[in-house]
């Protein structure tokens, strides 16, 4: 599966099931986990379909820079940026990735500890 419109994360774009969305744009959609791995675990997706960070190609540089941009905007927006937080990318199936469009991972609401990655 390589093609946005092919998983779960394309059907959330299309509004074909629902998610509990909390920005988008034209660019991108963010949306809460629904096997959250923290109190606050936000998903951001960028709308053009890439299947993983390898994948990702010179043109999706400005792309990815806003999915990252996107996820800081929203930890101050909501008021835990000052605490801290986690943002995650997962590359591969080895990496725990399991829908294969690229997405962030932001991770906040507790004290997260040492280095480790949500699914």
């Known amino acids: 599966m390589t093609d946005i419109d092919t998983t779960i994360f394309g059907k959330i774009v299309r509004r074909e099931i629902p998610a509990d969305i909390v920005f988008e744009n ?3 959609i963010a ?3 629904i096997a959250p791995s923290a109190p606050v675990h936000v998903l951001f997706v960028p709308k053009t379909p890439i299947a993983s960070l390898d994948a990702a190609r010179p043109e999706h540089a400005e792309l990815l820079g806003k999915l990252m ?3 800081a905007d929203y930890a101050r927006a909501q008021g835990f940026a000052q605490d801290g937080y986690r943002v995650v990318m997962n590359c591969g199936a080895h990496a725990g990735q399991t829908v294969f469009q690229v997405h962030l991972h932001l991770l906040a609401g507790t004290a ?3 280095f480790g990655a949500p699914h």
Do not use: Y
Request: proline share 0%.
């Open 26 to 28: 034209d660019d991108l």
């Open 69 to 71: 941009l996107a996820a």
């Open 31 to 33: 949306f809460r986990d």
């Open 112 to 114: 997260l500890g040492g």
